[in-house]
């Protein structure tokens, strides 16, 4: 089993989280922030792995710090749950519609951080949740698990839709992307390293 946790405590939150990425879809999550406990939910399940998350956050401020910190430590436990990567597919992509939205990610487990959004967030909130926090949250776990993550959103009005699909396509690339091959040996790199 790839597993990995961390437990992490600033002035603004104090997160433990666990991760196995070769899971059953089991989430056990507890934020404080209910539209990130669903987002992180459904991307639990879509990618089959297996996730923790207990947080308690300054979120009588607003849901910046616990957002952004959970998105750094699902980053460094995702990467170093990855080990080596000797094996794996290395490279994901989906499609998911939700309703009206169609989100696609692409990523690329490739040791080198990167981050792009593409795409209309058309609300400023759902619920109480700010909505620029979706790009807040993405950008610190591509960054902190050291990966390339391409989010282009092609169409949509809902933006809970939007959203949604974002997160569930995350799952299934990342899904695809960590996925054994037997035909690779070594990690899928000329240069003999990710």
Known sequence: MRESSIKRTTNETDIA???G?????????????????HMLDLFTKHGQ?????KADGDTEIDDHHTTE?????????????????KGIKRYGNA??????????????????????????IPASRVGTFDT?????????FALESRMNVHVIVHYGKNTHHIIEAVFKALA???DEATTIDPRVKGVPSTKGML
């Open 49 to 53: 792995f297996n996730l923790d998350v």
């Open 69 to 85: 910190d959970i998105g750094i430590c699902l980053g460094q436990t995702f990467k170093e749950a990855l080990g080596d990567k």
């Open 21 to 37: 990425i070769d899971g059953e879809g089991k989430a056990n999550i507890d934020t404080g922030v209910p539209f990130l406990n």
């Open 172 to 174: 299934r690339a990342l």
């Open 95 to 120: 499609f998911v519609p939700m309703d009206d939205a169609l989100a696609q990610v692409v990523v690329d487990l490739s040791n080198r951080p990167h981050f792009e959004f593409k795409g209309d």
């Open 17 to 19: 989280l666990a991760i």
């Open 132 to 140: 620029e926090l979706v790009y807040e949250f993405l950008w610190k």
